[in-house]
Nanobody, 124 residues
Framework: VQLVESGGGSVQTGGSLRLSCAASGSTFSNFAMGWFRQAPGKEREFVVGISGSGGKTYYADSVKGRFTIGRDNAKNTVYLQMNYLKPEDTAVYYC??????????????????WGQGTQVTISP
């Protein structure tokens, strides 16, 4: 599956952004999806994941209550709504996919396909 992220940008602390990840090439509902992020000088880290049906989600503690993941399988798209953004959320955000019925995939190595990333910058 090919993945293309969009929606990144620059906002001030407390602002919101909505990222999208469009998939092509396969039956989207067969894929568990995840969002990861990589800040400058740091390793890529898990942010949030969602099962193929969208019925199960799981979040990193750092974003719980602020970020919401969703997917529209008819549109082959997964979304990440980010609210109450903080400077520490600044990173390149990547979406990832894995063809599986397993829904809990918090590790980078568990995904088969990756998007190119979209930059999110939060100013103080």
């Amino acid at each position: 599956v090919q993945l293309v992220e969009s929606g990144g940008g620059s906002v001030q602390t407390g602002g919101s952004l909505r990222l999208s990840c469009a998939a092509s090439g396969s039956t989207f509902s067969n894929f568990a999806m995840g969002w990861f992020r990589q800040a400058p000088g740091k390793e890529r880290e898990f942010v949030v994941g969602i099962s193929g049906s969208g019925g199960k989600t799981y979040y990193a503690d750092s974003v719980k209550g602020r970020f919401t993941i969703g997917r529209d399988n008819a549109k082959n798209t997964v979304y990440l709504q980010m609210n109450y953004l903080k400077p520490e959320d600044t990173a390149v955000y990547y979406c990832a996919a894995r063809y599986t019925v397993t829904w809990y995939l918090p590790k980078e190595s568990e995904y088969d396909s990756w998007g190119q990333g979209t930059q999110v910058t939060i100013s103080p």
